[in-house]
């Protein structure tokens, strides 16, 4: 398995701000991937994070409002960037090491987003 | 379409008795699936997944659960639930577009809420 730490655990932000958070993995991993969580509810996959290239973003959700960040194998940072009320969330950054199909995504802890 | 369905939003079960959480899938060709937990204000944990062979896989916390492909489900199982036990759980399964080796994301449920009652 692998431990995944993320910062902040949580934030409350202004309206219009920016905000970037970060995944660090404690061993080097093939894929990363964030996602999008309202409190009880299922996931949603934001983006595919990939080393030394652009992500890949999901339908619904582009480049310009959640910029992404993969310099190597054990960290990204995802950045919410002009904030409304509606980016308030739980995000989850997540790790398959080896990347194969039969893989298993391990979950960092999340971060709690609130924006007023 | 490829897709998983938790058909039950919460399952209320009495501490010491067996628990059920249902799970089931449409995908093409042979699934890979997975279950997960996740706890009050917690990140989602791993609990198991079948991927080939015994139709009965085994995974953490004394959870199993049951492949069965001509109903083409995976219930999550627990011979005895603990208060403990009370939490989130998701089942998932991977997105087989484009081929085994080509895609490695999961389709998720909408999750089921377990409440075991001391």
């Known amino acids: 398995s692998a431990v995944i730490s993320q910062k902040p655990s949580r934030d409350i932000c202004q309206r219009g701000t920016s905000l970037t958070i970060q995944c660090q993995v404690d061993?080097?991993?093939?894929?990363m991937f964030w996602y999008r969580q309202q409190p009880g509810q299922s996931l949603t996959l934001i983006a595919t994070?990939?080393?030394?290239?652009?992500?890949?973003?999901e339908s619904g959700f582009v480049i310009d409002k959640f910029p992404i960040s993969r310099p190597n194998l054990t960290f990204s940072t995802l950045t919410v960037s002009n904030m409304s009320p509606e980016d308030s969330s739980i995000y989850l950054c997540?790790?398959?090491?080896?990347?194969?199909?039969?893989?298993?995504?391990?979950f960092g802890p999340g971060t709690r987003l609130t924006v007023l | 379409a490829q897709s998983v369905a938790q058909p039950e939003d919460q399952v209320n079960v009495a501490e010491g008795n067996p628990l059920t959480v249902k799970c089931t899938y449409s995908?093409?060709?042979?699934?890979?699936l997975f279950w997960y937990v996740q706890y009050p204000n917690r990140g989602l944990q791993f609990l198991l997944k079948?991927?080939?062979?015994d139709n009965l896989v085994k995974g953490s916390y004394g959870f199993e659960a049951e492949f069965n492909k001509s109903q083409t489900s995976f219930h999550l199982k627990k011979p005895s639930a603990l208060v403990s036990d009370s939490a989130l759980y998701f089942c998932?399964?991977?997105?087989?577009?484009?081929?085994?080796?080509?895609?490695?994301?999961?389709?998720w449920g909408l999750g089921t809420s377990l409440a075991v009652n001391p």
């Open positions: 998932a399964v991977r997105d087989m577009r484009g081929g085994a080796g080509n895609n490695r994301k999961l389709i």
């Open positions: 995908v093409s060709g042979n699934p890979y």
């Open positions: 079948y991927i080939t062979g």
């Open positions: 061993s080097q991993v093939t894929m």
């Open positions: 994070a990939n080393q030394g290239s652009e992500a890949t973003y």
């Open positions: 997540s790790v398959a090491p080896s990347g194969g199909a039969a893989d298993t995504q391990y």
